[in-house]
């Protein structure tokens, strides 16, 4: 859709902005990944950040899985 107006877009779409959850870099069984924090202790795995072919193949650090960091 195309809005043709001479009103800023920050006021059109203010209170709009999405709410993103907060990324870090944590460990999980030794070995560093990036995850969104949950809020209650519990990350959801989105990346890993390991050198280590192996880690990849490892069904336990596929992203998009809840873990408990160590």
């Known amino acids: 859709m195309i809005l043709y107006t ?3 877009m920050e006021t059109i779409f203010q209170g709009t902005t999405p ?3 907060t990324m870090s870099v944590v460990s ?5 990944v990036m995850a969104y924090n949950r809020g209650d202790g ?8 390991t050198t280590d072919p192996k880690d ?7 992203p998009g899985r809840d873990i408990f960091p160590d």
């Not at 999980?28 to 560093?32: A, H, I, R, T």
């Open 6 to 8: 001479p009103v800023p």
């Open 19 to 21: 709410d993103v959850p």
């Open 28 to 32: 999980f069984k030794g070995k560093p």
């Open 42 to 49: 519990r990350y959801e795995l989105t990346r890993l950040l």
């Open 56 to 62: 990849y193949l490892d069904p336990e650090l596929q």
